[in-house]
């Protein structure tokens, strides 16, 4: 369902666009994690560590491809708020092609590097063939990625975050069940799970094509579409590159963590940071989910020119998620042992007490985590990539930081700090960002009342 975010009460907007983009998020996460859960608890804890210790190199690639498409779906998002219909259709026809090519040179990248990455990382050679096994099928069905990213970031940006959300619930059933086909019946190892993960992507992009076609006359191009010039190409890749850089920036610090935590050389460790970044990804997933929704909601603000809706929508949102982010360190405080074990199994102590000790550490601090999320995605949705990008660069020195360092010093326990230490300094970046670019906006457009 089409959805205009630029009439109507802010926080409400924000909270029912978010509900279903939290749930679906959730669901896939759930299906990601599913591979983790169901890896550890059929085959083991070496095989949940060559699954675990892949996360990074995956997440530096398909990081990359998750902010390009977001990036590109945000100029779809201004011209729908800005009531331009035609070249709504025109930014589809132009994501599609732009996505379809940064894909395949993707693919090619990732897929001749696996192996060279496994061997920088340093992955211990008891997980190593079955961390390429895994990786390598993951690389190799990135178009599937592609497909189901692109159809539904587009339509998130003319309002719609239900259908992305019925799709990914599909997807995640099959997903499950085919983890235990492949696994339990047909005996495929940890390729089976990565199969699974790939065929769920596609049954879930092909759902949301269909669903396009049938129900959005918005995004339904037409032949004169198609044809491309390099106003529109640039225009789309001038936010697309920066975004797709940042989540990669992000990424690579997260590659120096993982370099870190191998050169423990200790299954035990890399198992329990493999399941505590699982629950971290859940548990975080309703932060991210309200940054997203404040990219949609910023730039079809942007769009109409209403930047009081935007200062106002700012607000709101950080109280919202900030309360939940508080929340989830109190649960992580509490009862963040049990849910390790869910992961890790009840006999493995050791990592489920190494798990827990890093949930209790990120947890307490997800408020910058929270702050994070909604000052860098409103930035992004008013066309504003250069801040961002020098927030993800903080990010990576701050990760690294941890990684070299602090570990050398402390081991496991200095790796925990890793994230917090990066989402503070991306933080101080970003507030002095959003202060200023609310203020210029509001110079250069003036002020409207809200109408609620």
């Given at each position: 369902?089409?959805?205009?975010?630029?009439?109507?009460?802010?926080?409400?907007?924000?909270?029912?666009?978010?509900?279903?983009?939290?749930?679906?998020?959730?669901?896939?996460?759930?299906?990601?994690m599913a591979d983790t859960l169901i890896v550890g608890r059929t085959i083991g804890v070496a095989a949940l560590a060559a699954v675990g210790c892949t996360g990074s190199i995956n997440f530096l690639i398909m990081g990359f491809m998750m902010g390009f498409t977001q990036g590109l779906s945000i100029t779809t998002s201004q011209r729908f708020g800005a009531g331009d219909r035609q070249g709504v259709k025109k930014s589809f026809a132009t994501?599609?092609?732009?996505?379809?090519?940064?894909?395949?040179?993707?693919?090619?990248?990732?897929?001749?590097?696996?192996?060279?990455?496994?061997?920088?990382?340093?992955?211990?050679?008891?997980?190593?063939?079955?961390?390429?096994?895994?990786?390598?099928?993951?690389?190799?069905?990135?178009?599937?990625?592609?497909?189901?990213?692109?159809?539904?970031?587009?339509?998130?940006?003319?309002?719609?975050?239900v259908t992305p959300l019925i799709a990914l619930v599909i997807a995640c059933i099959i997903n499950i069940i085919l983890d235990f086909t492949f696994i339990l019946i047909f005996k495929t190892g940890v390729e089976g799970a990565a199969y699974a993960t790939v065929i769920a992507q596609i049954i879930a992009g092909l759902l949301c094509v269909f669903y396009i076609i049938r129900k959005f006359p918005t995004l339904c191009v037409s032949k004169e579409d198609w044809k491309l010039d390099m106003r529109e190409i640039w225009g789309h890749i001038r936010v697309a590159l920066p975004m797709g850089f940042q989540m990669s920036i992000i990424a690579i610090g997260a590659v120096a963590v993982t370099f870190a935590l191998n050169n423990l050389q200790s299954s035990i460790a890399i198992a329990a940071f493999?399941?505590?970044?699982?629950?971290?990804?859940?548990?975080?997933?309703?932060?991210?989910?309200?940054?997203?929704?404040?990219?949609?909601?910023?730039?079809?603000?942007?769009?109409?020119?209403?930047?009081?809706?935007?200062k106002k929508g700012v607000v709101q949102c950080f109280a919202i998620s900030g309360s939940f982010s508080l929340f989830m360190g109190a649960l992580y405080f509490f009862a963040g042992r049990h849910i390790s074990a869910l992961f890790l199994g009840a006999g493995q102590t050791e990592a489920v007490e190494l798990s827990h000790f890093y949930l209790k550490i990120n947890g307490s601090?997800?408020?910058?985590?929270?702050?994070?999320?909604?000052?860098?995605?409103?930035?992004?949705?008013?066309?504003?990539?250069?801040?961002?990008?020098?927030?993800?660069?903080?990010?990576?020195?701050?990760?690294?930081?941890a990684a070299i360092f602090l570990s050398a010093l402390f081991g496991f326990t200095g790796i925990c700090f890793a994230s917090p230490l990066a989402w503070f300094g991306a933080c101080i970046p970003l507030t002095i960002a959003v202060v200023l670019t609310v203020k210029k906006l509001s110079r250069k457009y003036g002020t409207k009342k809200i109408k609620i």
């Open positions: 369902m089409v959805k205009n975010l630029t009439v109507g009460n802010p926080a409400l907007l924000i909270v029912g666009f978010t509900v279903p983009l939290l749930i679906g998020n959730l669901f896939q996460q759930f299906y990601n994501s599609v092609v732009l996505g379809a090519c940064m894909t395949a040179l993707l693919m090619l990248i990732s897929v001749l590097s696996a192996r060279p990455l496994l061997v920088l990382l340093n992955t211990p050679q008891e997980i190593f063939d079955a961390a390429y096994a895994y990786i390598i099928v993951i690389y190799w069905g990135f178009p599937a990625a592609l497909l189901f990213n692109i159809c539904s970031n587009m339509m998130r940006a003319v309002g719609d975050s493999a399941a505590s970044q699982k629950i971290d990804m859940v548990a975080s997933m309703p932060l991210a989910s309200f940054g997203a929704a404040m990219t949609t909601y910023s730039a079809q603000n942007f769009g109409a020119k209403r930047i009081d809706r935007i601090l997800y408020i910058f985590l929270s702050w994070l999320f909604i000052a860098r995605q409103s930035l992004q949705g008013l066309g504003n990539s250069i801040v961002p990008t020098i927030a993800g660069i903080m990010e990576l020195f701050m990760r690294t930081f």
